[in-house]
């Protein structure tokens, strides 16, 4: 993702209708479990680089496939080409996973699967060609969305839910040629009406960091306020308020633009003070499952768990 420095702002935008934030769990529905998802960052990392046109990608293409096949009911892999403004070609894979597809309702969440071909934040001048290993900036997100799956091939949602593992969010340099998958998906968009659009969605990017901060991330306060009041009253409820704290932070380009501009309310969970306010591992060698928190994982697991399983 990017920043846009051209505006800052703190406010309270959730606040002032805390008599009707729910309390605790929905009975009977499934827990997640940090751990597991810590497991599938592990994972994600041992396959090496997930860049676009390596084997890293390729390994982890073919295992997330293998993986979705057993635990979703449709699972849909769109294959496009791609040339950047530097002529590189690109073979990209967003991944669809589908549960209950023939619900009208159904919610979006996704997560970008690939990682950046360099650290182009490394202290060290001689590791910015260096790939980002990517197990908070592209792994994180992933490991929460296969570690839904696996919970809803247990106990199926009470409402349709479609998994988006999209492609070439990192590839870069610049922003020209990042979110790739995601203005993929969202020129596709189905239509209004269709029965396969989405209400809202919801994108986890870096979701790992051990020290956890998700306050609203700007562009989604002003482009989807009600998804942003029901994912941060979803976290009060269950106790998280520390953790998403109801005030806005940066503006932060991401996967979540191209599907706001086609007209679906997407938030972005994201936590962008990585190893410390200075967000130091972002986009260095740093980014390796050391430091990712199974208890970070579990939380952000937690309430769009919740947000599932109380209805959307
Ligand atoms: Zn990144």
Redesign the pocket.
Known sequence: ?RISFSYLMTILVITGCVGDVPRGPTPGRPAFEGLRARDLVEVQVAFGPRVPGTVGHDRQLRWMLARLDLLAPEVIADTFSYVTTYSDSLTLVNVLARYRPEAKRRLLLLA?WD??PRSDRAQDPAERELP?P?AN??GSGTAVLLELARIMSDAPPPLGIDLLFVDG??Y?PEAVD?FIGARRYADRLPLPGSGRRPIYGILL??VGDADPSFPVEGYSAQHALPVVQKVWRTAAGLGYSNFFPESVGLRLSDDHIPLIEAGLQTVNIIDFTYGGSDNIY??TPE?VPSHVSASTLEIVGEVITELIYSGG
Do not use: A, L, P, S
Request: proline share 0%; charged share 35%.
């Open positions: 993702m970008h990682t950046r980002v990517g900036d592209g969010e990192d870069g990042m990017d870096m972002w986009h980014d």
